[in-house]
């Protein structure tokens, strides 16, 4: 049985595919065969930020109409074997997406995978509701923002309630906490909510600090996952999410703003 | 121009009124029936509203005239406010008499709204309130409500869900901003208070808030409230908790 992971967040714009397409790819690279999944039916991104939009024939919405099989619709990663892409229908919006057609292709996908990675859509609605509720496991994605904490508990609301999980009254999902684009230097002016002050509203087990990034634009952009520029910092601590995931301890990095040239010369004296 | 008090108010409240749910078309009978319960029961009945329920008399299709039952119901000392359950003729007659229809809502057990939040599973579920009389043959008013058992929540409550409780609400977890807490009874929150919190809703203007570390957008008791606006004025470092003083909310501090 697959363990089925949701990224989500509420609020766009966070990082949600990109945190998406890094961990997927994190999992594979460990040798666990992992299937990613972009629930953004309407605004397909995932497969951009994977390089694979030239290759997509068939997509979810084709397989759960019956139109294609899921072996014909999954898009084997160039970069690593063990990762799967399952694309987005550009076409058709998220009405497209039913209950059991998900749990389908769900249940079919977690029959020979280890982990499902669902790319869910900004929003509370359809698509996002679809994209969490058979999880096991999920990823919030959040800026230390207010608006961004704000639709992150809101979020997290409807994951304690609104999941297959919850109305089965099995065992709650599990939720982490993923701070992306966390600028230690703008935290540190005061300019932007440091990671005590997202914790004092969301208090959950904190995955992973994803610091604010060049290599993440230019790595979307190439169309390669951010997690394999291993020289990126963004890069460096996807990489810890994803070991911290499977269970390994790794600790926190790029809480503190890097040292300037002469304080690292001198010594860090407050 | 002076005086700008202003001429009157309106305020929402909730009061305790037992429905009369008619099984018989028989005057003669009810009447019968209903000398009796007062017989048993003076000082409850006495003056009492009542709403009258037609449903189960018109699933039998029985026909009774309102404006009779009515009439017989004022001769027993009962004041009728409401009907409901009644076919066309009989809201009219209603409407003719100036008595509502079909406005009386009822409350469940512990409801939660929106995204639910479950209280614990080992926490009973909260009765019926007593709104609703058992169906027997004869017409039948139920027994004033037992206090309802509190609630007891442990996990936290996130912004955008809402909570009902019909007695004490108790939560151990943080209670997030957008978040909303309603209780019939008193509500404690032994952790940070960011949402809404709204004790007595049912007009008990002795419920009472406490809570940890006071940092709400709405506290109301018994439908008297203060904004986050008023709150913020002051910063307050221990827990507190807030009462209800000549429809003044105070909020003190518990040393």
């Not at chain 1, 608006?147 to 994951?159: F, K, N, P, T």
């Not at chain 2, 479950?118 to 058992?134: L, N, T, Y």
């Not at chain 2, 003044?248 to 501090?253: Q, S, V, W």
Request: aromatic share 6%; proline share 5%; with cysteine.
């Amino acid at each position: 049985m697959a363990r089925i992971i949701v990224v989500t967040s509420g609020k766009g714009g966070v990082g949600k595919t990109t945190t998406s397409a890094a961990i997927a790819m994190g999992l594979a690279k460990k040798g666990h065969k992992t299937a990613v999944i972009d629930f953004d039916v309407g605004l397909r991104n995932l497969d951009l930020i994977l390089g694979c939009e030239r290759r997509v024939v068939y997509d979810f919405i084709n397989v759960i109409n019956g139109e294609a099989s899921l072996n014909q619709a999954l898009i084997r990663d160039k970069n690593c074997n063990q990762l799967y892409i399952l694309p987005a229908s550009q076409t058709r919006d998220k009405d497209a997406l039913s209950l059991e057609g998900v749990g389908k292709v769900l249940d079919e996908l977690s029959k020979d995978f280890d982990y499902i990675v669902c790319d869910s859509p900004a929003g509370i609605e359809k698509g996002a509701n679809l994209a969490m509720y058979y999880a096991d496991d999920a990823f919030v994605v959040t800026n230390p923002e207010i608006s961004s904490v704000r639709d992150s508990d809101r979020m997290l609301g409807i994951l304690s309630s609104k999941s297959r999980r919850a109305e089965k009254s099995e065992e709650p999902i599990k939720e982490y906490l993923l701070l992306t684009r966390y600028d230690a230097d703008r935290v540190k002016s005061g300019e932007m909510l440091g990671l005590d002050d997202v914790q004092e509203i969301l208090s959950l087990e904190l995955l992973g600090i994803i610091p604010e990034s060049k290599s993440v634009l230019s790595a979307s952009n190439a169309g390669i996952p951010v997690i394999l520029d291993e020289k990126s910092e963004a890069g460096q601590a996807y990489a810890d999410v994803v070991d911290r995931y499977l269970g390994e301890t790794r600790p926190h990095r790029f809480i503190d703003p890097k040292k300037g040239f002469l304080s690292r010369l001198f010594g860090g004296r407050k | 121009m002076l005086n700008t008090s202003p001429v009157l108010e309106f305020k929402s409240s909730t009061f305790f009124a037992p429905i009369l749910i008619l099984c018989s078309h028989d005057l003669v009978a009810i009447e019968e029936a209903l000398q009796e319960k007062i017989r048993l029961a003076p000082e409850f009945f006495r003056d009492s509203p009542l709403i009258i329920d037609f449903r189960e008399l018109n699933k039998l299709h029985l026909d009774l005239d309102f404006a009779q039952i009515v009439q017989l119901l004022r001769r027993v000392g009962f004041f009728p406010v409401g009907i409901r359950g009644g076919n066309e003729l009989q809201n009219k007659q209603a409407r003719e008499l100036w008595i509502p229809i079909d406005t009386v809502r009822e409350l469940g057990g512990t409801i939660t709204i929106g995204e639910t939040a479950k209280p614990e599973p080992s926490q009973p579920a909260a009765p019926q309130p007593a709104a609703v009389a058992p169906r027997e043959p004869q017409p039948s008013i139920a027994p004033p409500a037992a206090p309802a058992p509190a609630t007891l929540i442990t996990h936290p409550i996130r912004s955008g869900q809402r909570i009902y409780a019909t007695g004490d609400l108790i939560i151990m977890s943080q209670v997030s901003a957008g978040a909303e807490i309603m209780a019939e009874g008193n509500i404690h929150v032994y952790n940070t208070l960011r949402g809404r919190a709204l004790a007595g809703v049912h007009g008990n203007t002795d419920a009472r808030i406490f809570c940890f570390d006071l940092q709400a957008e709405l506290i109301s008791i018994a439908g008297d409230y203060k904004t986050s606006e008023d709150l913020n004025k002051q910063k307050y470092t221990h827990p507190v908790q807030i009462y209800l003083q000549n429809h003044a909310l105070i909020i003190k501090e518990i040393a």
